[in-house]
């Protein structure tokens, strides 16, 4: 039974991060900032390593279950699987630094990446050491190395967030952007997020059958702000737009894909890089008529995004 259970939950895990990931790349598609970028490859980094760190534990354990390996061995080398995965979790902190940065346009210096790599090192190196100095003692490694892992782990991620939430504030006030209260609930969900993590990390040690909840809340945290993200970004970003209009081009997408009236007026908007709820307003019809319109006149023309779309008119 608790092994079916695992199934489920991995198929969950899956769907989690795959749609997670998918989002990520819409809002690329759809708004093509920096932002959204590092967004992107935050989100595949953070999966990366909960594929790696988590289920490769799982997976390291069942394997070495059915041969002769003595039960130290497989939780060493199973408790010690994590620490291969930490680059994964470091490119996603490095990610998160430079969303704070990329949300109000400023840039990023290499410098300050240079940094980060130097720190990986630091942070790799330190491990190992402690590693090696817990192992003299295998029973002290066996009660202890995995809280001092998810311990390790959890206080950087939340440092950096710590960091980016102080980014994120200063930036605020030096520009007084009237989309405050947006990017602030974006903020605390991603905190409620890390906190949740905090928490539930450790409960995966008391019984094997909290242990699937764990994994689940662990791939789930962080869709919450992803998709409060998702919802208000029109009121945060300006859509991909183009900059000069071959309307010569236009016209013939327009007669190749036989484009009706009212979708020629829907192209034009999105080119001038209109919100689909804005487009709803200045042609006095409604969302979701916006959004089956646009699925057709993708689908006419054979894109998937407004991106392509810009790019196929553009001059």
């Known amino acids: 039974m608790l092994s079916l259970t695992f199934i489920i939950v991995f198929i969950f895990c899956l769907a989690f991060a795959t749609t997670g990931i998918l989002v990520g790349h819409q809002f690329i598609t759809t708004y093509n900032t920096d932002f959204h970028r590092n967004y992107f490859y935050y989100l595949a980094m953070y999966y990366a390593f909960a594929f790696y760190g988590i289920w490769g534990q799982i997976l390291v354990r069942i394997m070495l279950a059915a041969s002769t390996t003595s039960v130290e061995i497989i939780e060493a080398m199973a408790n010690f699987l994590p620490v291969l995965g930490v680059p994964f979790l470091f490119i996603s902190w490095i990610m998160l630094i430079k969303m704070a940065y990329t949300l109000f346009d400023v840039k990023v210096k290499i410098s300050w990446i240079a940094i980060h790599f130097v ?91 909290i242990q699937p909840l764990v994994i689940l809340l662990y791939f789930a945290s962080n869709l919450p702000p992803l998709f409060y993200l998702k919802i208000n970004s029109d009121l945060i970003f300006k859509p991909i737009h183009v ?40 042609l006095f019809i409604s969302l979701q008529t916006v959004k089956d319109h646009t699925h057709r006149i993708y689908s006419k023309i054979g894109i998937n995004s407004r991106m392509k779309l810009v790019q196929l008119v553009n001059n």
């Open 119 to 209: 720190l990986l090192a630091i942070l790799i190196s330190g491990v190992w050491i402690a590693y090696t100095y817990l192992n003299q003692d295998s029973q002290l490694v066996d009660e202890n190395l995995k809280y001092f892992e998810i311990g390790i782990l959890l206080s950087i991620e939340f440092i950096y967030f710590l960091v980016f939430m102080m980014i994120v504030v200063y930036y605020l006030k030096k520009q007084q952007k009237p989309i405050d209260k947006y990017i602030y609930r974006f903020l605390y969900l991603m905190m409620a997020g890390i906190l949740m993590r905090g928490c539930i990390l450790p409960l995966s040690f008391i019984n094997p059958w």
């Open 243 to 282: 900059e000069n209009t071959n309307q010569e081009k236009m016209g013939l997408i327009f007669k190749r894909y036989h484009i009706s009236k009212r979708e020629k007026e829907i192209v034009q908007q999105i080119c001038e890089g209109k919100t689909n709820q804005q487009i709803a307003d200045e």
